[in-house]
Antibody, heavy 122, light 107 residues
Framework: QVQLVQSGAEVKKPGSSVKVSCKAS????????ISWVRQAPGQGLEWMGG????????NYAQRFQGRVTITADESTSTAYMELSSLRSEDTAVYYC???????????????WGKGTPVTVSS | VIWMTQSPSLLSASTGDRVTISCRVS??????LAWYQQKPGKAPELLIY???TLQSGVPSRFSGSGSGTDFTLTISFLQSEDFAIYYC?????????FGPGTKVDIK
């Protein structure tokens, strides 16, 4: 069973960037995909993007395109999500999740990390 | 843009009840639908995928049905640990999107 350990809480200024890490243990890191999903306070879930480390390919939800970068380091079994040009509306808990690729870009999320709270405030 | 709705948004129930949550999608998604449970302060957990396939380790009191645009999550005999928020998620069209959630609380 894969376990995902995320980096700690962050407080950022508007306009800055944040980079959250997600270290996997168990399983074979490069054989599955990793998604990033965020949840604003009291709100629902929003898929941001994902990566398949084996292929090094990332794809992103259009609303985050140009602002989010998802990468993976196979040598350390760690995925990263960097979000730039932060604004107050980006305040949320950011989750990484082992992602099952049904076909092509059809993803559902299996094992989740515990989440990383990111607060954007001046 | 694909829209997802869930009903009810809030469901008050008692332990032992049979509860049903509906998820409706604005376009047909075949059976590419998953259900998650989220408890306060915790990450979501996968319950069901492919509309009706129970994830390993999930109690058999949970079941899913439906295809196309209308889906249902049923909890056959509600237990105390089942009070939580439930989300559906379609993965037929990119990007994957979630419903707004249904909160199941204690009556």
């Amino acid at each position: 069973q894969v376990q995902l350990v995320q980096s700690g809480a962050e407080v950022k200024k508007p306009g800055s960037s944040v980079k959250v890490s997600c270290k996997a243990s168990g399983g074979t890191f490069s054989s599955y995909a990793i998604s990033w999903v965020r949840q604003a306070p009291g709100q629902g879930l929003e898929w941001m993007g994902g990566i398949i480390p084996m292929f090094g390919t990332s794809n992103y939800a259009q609303r985050f395109q140009g602002r989010v970068t998802i990468t993976a380091d196979e040598s350390t079994s760690t995925a990263y999500m960097e979000l730039s040009s932060l604004r107050s509306e980006d305040t949320a808990v950011y989750y990484c999740a082992e992602t099952i690729v049904a076909t092509d870009t059809r993803y559902y999320m299996d094992v989740w990390g515990k989440g990383t709270p990111v607060t954007v405030s001046s | 843009v694909i829209w997802m709705t869930q009903s009810p948004s809030l469901l008050s129930a008692s332990t032992g009840d049979r509860v049903t949550i509906s998820c409706r999608v604005s376009q047909g998604v075949s059976s590419y639908l998953a259900w998650y449970q989220q408890k306060p302060g915790k990450a979501p957990e996968l319950l069901i995928y492919a509309a009706s396939t129970l994830q390993s380790g999930v109690p058999s009191r949970f079941s899913g049905s439906g295809s196309g645009t209308d889906f249902t999550l049923t909890i056959s005999f509600l237990q105390s640990e089942d009070f939580a928020i439930y989300y559906c998620q379609q993965y037929y069209l990119f990007p994957p999107t979630f419903g707004p959630g249904t909160k199941v609380d204690i009556k």
